[in-house]
């Protein structure tokens, strides 16, 4: 059974930091696309950065670059987000996905076209 858990999320003041997590199971996460998504309550949800299959390509929202990098640990099938320098701007229910289309050097910013979703975690900036 295909299963992701992203954990990580919590409250942190402008300008802090935080890493998410996102655990695989069920499959292997570097045969697949992943993409961070976020919403924020009222808004629609935005993919904020993705990762290809076999990790050669990297993207990220212009909104983000800089502050956010992906990495991935294969040996614990897991994917991290890592935030810096977080803004009022950034609170949101973070959640990965992953496409399992294994389109070389690609990854989308589209939800509709990942099909395995986690459950959330919420990221709160406040002082």
């Known amino acids: 059974q295909v299963q992701l858990v992203e954990s990580g999320g919590g409250l942190v003041q402008p300008g802090g930091s ?4 996102c655990a695989a ?8 696309a992943i993409g961070w ?7 629609e949800r935005e993919g904020v950065a993705c990762i290809s299959n076999g990790g050669s390509s990297t993207f990220y929202k212009d909104s983000v670059k800089g502050r956010f990098t992906i990495s991935r640990d294969n040996a614990k099938n897991t994917l991290y987000l890592q935030m810096n320098g977080l803004k009022p701007e950034d ?5 990965c996905a992953a496409d399992s289309r294994g389109m070389a050097h690609y990854c989308s910013w589209h939800a509709f076209e990942y099909n395995y979703w986690g459950q959330g975690t919420q ?5």
């Open 37 to 43: 998504f976020r919403q924020a309550p009222g808004k």
């Open 123 to 127: 990221v709160t900036v406040s002082s």
């Open 25 to 32: 199971s069920g499959f292997t996460l570097d045969a697949y």
């Open 91 to 95: 609170p949101a229910v973070y959640y």
């Open 18 to 21: 935080l890493r998410l997590s």
